[in-house]
């Protein structure tokens, strides 16, 4: 089979592997309800061999996955700790659930704030397993790609095109992200197709410039804010006039930049 479907098999079936396990995970988290302590502790007790099968699965399938792509690189084991880790984040919904009610909102706010939580842990849970066992047991590769996942955002999509020289470097992610690190030379033309799909190159590097002047103006709004603070307290005549042009000199680099998105983005 030639590598680029091996790589496409791959990404299908972790793909497969966390949508099941969202779907479990969250059928153990509905069966809990109302989510009282105890029902918090029952939840964790049902869900951690999910959640620890599902984790060492996706590692599995990165390491079954390079030993058919990268035959002559020496693989290494994966830490333990990969599933510990994954099983010790199941009471990141009653978290959700307790730092809500403590700002105010309802419980049934919370409580929907804290499915959530439980449907992106299952999908991080195999997605997150599957990057960091790569980056973990093919050190002697350098040339990585991430793969782009269906219906990527843009975010995601603007990195297509990269080349990283470790897994570790490309196997970066956000929540609920799709995009898998694999050797470059597996890749095939489906990241192309994305960014074809996005509106070519043209509208990737745009991207790449608007967030990158969302950047500069944030940036510099906050240097402008810290150096009027500063002269709040500053008092030296002179040190605290040099205060207040740097202010100054930060706004004027702020509204430039977003004068400059303004003009990027308008259609």
Not at 220 to 246: F, M, V, W, Y
Request: charged share 25%; aromatic share 6%.
């Amino acid at each position: 089979m030639p590598v680029e479907a091996v790589t496409a098999t791959y990404t299908q079936q972790v793909d497969r592997l966390a949508a099941e396990t969202r779907r479990r995970l969250l059928r153990i988290w509905d069966s809990c309800a109302p989510w009282s302590a105890t029902d918090i502790d029952r939840f964790h007790d049902i869900a951690e061999p999910l959640i620890r099968a599902a984790a060492q699965a996706g590692a599995d399938l990165s390491a079954t996955y390079l030993e058919h792509v990268l035959p002559d690189v020496a693989l290494r084991e994966v830490s333990p700790l990969l599933v510990d880790d994954a099983a010790a984040r199941l009471y990141d919904p009653s978290d959700r659930i307790g730092k809500l009610i403590n700002s105010g909102s309802t419980f049934d706010e919370a409580a929907t704030a804290a499915r959530g939580v439980v449907d992106t842990l299952g999908h991080n849970t195999v997605y997150n397993a599957a990057r960091q066992s790569m980056a973990e047991v093919a050190i002697g590769h350098t040339e990585w790609t991430r793969q782009v996942g269906p219906k990527c955002c843009d975010w995601c999509l603007s990195f297509a095109g990269e080349v990283w020289y470790s897994a570790a470097g490309a196997g970066f992610g956000h929540d609920n992200d799709k995009c898998l690190a694999v050797p470059t030379s597996t890749a095939g033309d489906s990241n192309q197709q994305a960014i074809e799909a996005a509106g070519g190159q043209v509208q990737v590097k745009k991207y790449k410039q608007a967030n990158s002047l969302r950047r500069s103006e944030k940036t510099a709004r906050r240097n402008s804010e810290q150096a009027r603070k500063d002269g709040l307290i500053e008092t030296d005549p002179a040190r605290k006039e040099r205060l207040s042009i740097r202010e100054q000199e930060w706004e004027t680099r702020a509204e430039r930049a977003a004068e400059r998105l303004q003009l990027l983005t308008a259609p």
